[in-house]
């Protein structure tokens, strides 16, 4: 049995494996997306939806190319860069929308920093929740 090397790509991945490593590239992600949302809206005086359309931006690049690499381990292909292209694009409206959505009665309710925590945990939820589906089903499977 021959080690894995970084110019071999590792076949068929478990499950568990890829949910795994989704989860933790989505860790990461979610801390790139939220550390900018916090800053574009409390640093630089941007409003709910802008900040969270830009750090929504950086954090979703974060997560395509960690888990293209890592999580599902795919080469570059045009194709595939299209379709986590179409993907992104409808999980950007899902997660900025539903933030827009959620983020004014919340801030009503809680205030502004249990409106950001909560938001972002459930817009992203959702989003994750649908890229994972889709890249695994779809685009990267193997």
């Known amino acids: 049995m021959s080690a894995v090397t970084d110019t071999e ?3 068929n991945l478990s ?6 490593r989704f989860m933790l ?13 916090v800053v574009g809206m409390n640093v630089a005086g941007l ?3 802008m900040a969270k359309a830009i750090s929504w931006v950086f ?10 690499r890592w999580t599902f381990d795919s ?11 179409i993907l992104y694009a409808t999980t950007f409206a899902v997660q900025v929308g539903t933030f827009a959505l ?7 309710t ?10 972002f945990v459930i817009a992203q939820g959702l989003a994750t929740t649908i890229n994972f589906v889709i890249q695994r089903t779809l685009i990267f499977r193997s």
């Open 9 to 11: 790509p590792r076949r």
């Open 110 to 119: 809680f205030g502004v920093d249990a409106a950001q925590i909560v938001g």
């Open 15 to 20: 499950l568990r494996s890829q949910l795994v």
């Open 25 to 37: 590239v989505g860790v990461v992600s979610a801390i790139v997306d939220y550390g900018l949302l």
């Open 102 to 108: 959620i983020y004014p009665p919340l801030h009503a």
């Open 59 to 68: 954090g979703t690049v974060t997560a395509y190319v960690l888990n293209s």
């Open 47 to 49: 409003d709910h939806t």
């Open 75 to 85: 080469g570059g292909s045009r194709t595939k860069f299209a379709a986590v292209a």
